[in-house]
């Protein structure tokens, strides 16, 4: 049985202009130990769907569906349980990781803070717990960094304390939200880097969300693809990048920038933008953008069915030419 | 000495950089201390009847510096113990008002939704009540003690406070931080008191010191009207009070309170501007 499991999940939010579905029922697994990816464009619902797993949505959102962590079904779950499995349970990295520090609180307070509100364990023990931890994501100089405010500390060092923070309560399962988006390059590949370490370290799960493929290909056995609150193309990550079966994937690797293009050549896009969430087309969303669409794309939506590397929603799959 | 490099330690250099502010500091550290030890510099008690010197102007020789009263009591010594009183008054009224109001706003903005619109509709329904009213029925209906004037007086203070704190924290509520707290697991407590409340300090401070003269003057207003501190205790209230009724034959009774009074006010609103500028975010 999987650690993490998402069934036909649906997220919706009340607006003034109706009701708007930001995820229109997807499905996910993740096994202990394994990484998933979450790879799409931005508003393609990737954050508000793990977002929703922890109930972690805005007052006007609304999720629908079921969501089982280790077995246990977690949507409806009532406020105080959910206190319990939110950080000690899985742990959520967000997307501007240093943002996510308390300005007011010495990042050692914080850290200890994280691992004491799950655990019964004194102050000494969880200073030196919150040391450790800080040594583990090779903060350099950790003892004299838990003295300080997450002001003084740089980018990527905050980046780091804010990682140790998640994975001071040891969750089984870490949610990181974009984690290198705000980064510059250099520490990206760190970052990447540490989550690999720890996860054979710790064996923790992992469900990594992000635009960056090079983050895919580096660090998560899976992928999941989504694209206008559903999701397009999952499989495993090298089939998955190397053979897309989905027209989308396939553009979105094809737009990947590479040192060796001919200069003075523009980049290749996708042309089009996706829709918003109100505004779905009738059929498969990303048809009106799709150079292989056809009229059966514009009536029906495709459903997620098996392909030669895991499973694709497309009614006219690529097959699976390299790119 | 990274440990002092904080957004305080920030804020306060910038306070002490402010030549009005660290003016009035100064000005009201020293009327504190008068306040507090002054009465033993004067060879005079607040309530002592000097039947020789009864109604006289500010004269050195006798020692009544600020001159006497028409009873004989020494002005210098009744206006600070005046000051003491109306400074005491001021100082509780204003922590509890800001314990309700920081309370009361910061779970409102917290909780957000129907919570969050009754509990601010309980402080709109409060404000159309005139609150000096209230407090007057209060202090009425009760016995007249200054421990009542004070809660009185912070009882109603505490509704702005409330809606000020209410509305940073609802500007809280949507930083990352707040969220992460929530994320990692923290309860509605440990999210409310211990990462929304402190990252309002700030506001709550620049707001408290402002809230302070208010709170003087609302005492000494009633005073004035005879509900406040009653003879013989001397607030300021009640000594400008009794200056009033003669300030045409004896201004000097009107005048030493009055003149302390309004050196409070204005240090506390120099003060309070002084924080304003030093903790404005937009400076960080």
């Given at each position: 049985m999987a650690l993490f499991e998402v069934r036909d999940l649906a997220v919706s939010f009340a607006t003034p202009a109706g009701e708007v579905d930001a995820v229109a029922g997807i499905d996910l697994e993740v096994a202990e130990g394994e990484c998933l990816a979450l790879v799409g464009e931005?508003?393609?619902g990737k954050s508000q769907a793990l977002l929703a797993c922890l109930g972690l949505l805005a007052a006007n959102g609304r999720a629908r569906g079921e969501v089982r962590f280790d077995g246990r079904s977690v949507l409806g779950l009532p406020e105080r349980e959910l206190g319990r499995l939110r950080g000690a349970g899985i742990g959520y990295v967000f997307q501007d990781a240093p943002g996510s520090l308390t300005p007011h609180l010495r990042i050692g307070d914080q850290l200890s803070e994280a691992l004491r509100c799950h655990h019964d364990v004194d102050d000494a023990t969880a200073r030196a717990e919150a040391r450790r931890m800080l040594e583990r994501v090779q903060v350099p100089d950790a003892a004299a960094r838990l003295r300080?405010?997450?002001?003084?500390?740089?980018g990527g060092t905050r980046q780091r304390a804010a990682i140790a923070a998640a994975l001071m309560p040891r969750p089984r399962l870490l949610i990181a939200d974009e984690p290198t988006t705000a980064l510059d390059v250099t520490v990206q590949a760190q970052v990447i880097a540490l989550f690999r370490e720890l996860r054979r370290e710790l064996g923790m799960a992992l469900v990594v969300v992000t635009h960056d493929l090079g983050v895919v290909a580096g660090l998560a056995e899976r992928v999941a693809v989504m694209y206008s609150g559903r999701i397009v193309e999952e499989g495993a990550t090298t089939g998955v990048l190397s053979r897309p079966a989905h027209p989308y994937t396939s553009g979105l690797l094809a737009a990947l920038p590479r040192l060796d293009d001919p200069t003075g050549v523009p980049m290749r896009t996708i042309p089009g933008t996706p829709p918003a969430p109100g505004e779905r087309p009738r059929g498969c969303a990303f048809a009106p953008r799709c150079d292989r669409v056809h009229d059966r794309c514009r009536k029906e939506v495709p459903a997620l069915a098996a392909a030669a590397h895991g499973r694709v929603a497309c009614h006219r799959p690529l097959a699976g030419a390299p790119v | 000495m990274s440990a002092r490099r904080g957004v305080w330690s920030d804020a306060l250099r910038r306070l002490l950089a402010s030549r009005a502010a660290v003016a009035s500091l100064v000005t009201l550290t020293a009327l504190c201390v008068l306040a507090l030890a002054g009465p033993s510099l004067s060879r005079y008690a607040p309530d002592e009847l000097d039947w020789a010197m009864m109604g006289v102007p500010p004269d050195w020789v006798s020692g009544h510096w600020l001159g006497t009263d028409r009873l004989g009591r020494d002005l210098f010594v009744r206006t600070l113990h005046g000051a003491r009183i109306s400074l005491v008054i001021a100082l509780f009224a204003t922590l509890v008002s800001l314990l309700i109001g920081v309370t009361w706003g910061a779970v409102a903005g917290y909780a957000g939704g129907r919570t969050d619109a009754l509990m601010m509709r309980f402080v709109d329904v409060l404000y159309a009540l005139p609150g000096i009213f209230f407090v007057i029925v209060l202090t009425v209906v009760f016995d007249r003690s200054p421990l009542l004037l004070f809660l009185a007086i912070g009882a109603v203070g505490w509704l702005t406070m409330a809606r000020v704190v209410r509305g940073q924290a609802i500007g809280l509520m949507r930083r990352e931080f707040v969220e992460a707290a929530v994320a990692a697991g923290a309860g509605p407590a440990r999210v409310v008191f211990r990462h929304l409340v402190p990252n309002l300090a700030g506001t709550v401070v620049v707001y408290a010191t402002l809230m302070i003269p208010q709170m003087i003057l609302v005492e000494s207003f009633l005073s004035f009207l005879g509900i406040g501190i009653q003879e013989p205790l001397a607030s300021l209230g009640n000594l400008i009070a009794d200056g009033a009724a003669e300030m045409e034959i004896a201004p000097w009774i009107l005048l030493a309170p009055a003149g302390c009074l309004v050196i409070i006010v204005l240090c506390f609103n120099f003060l309070g501007d002084g924080l304003r500028d030093a903790l404005d975010p937009r400076e960080r």
């Open positions: 931005s508003g393609s300080q405010y997450p002001h003084e500390l740089s | -």
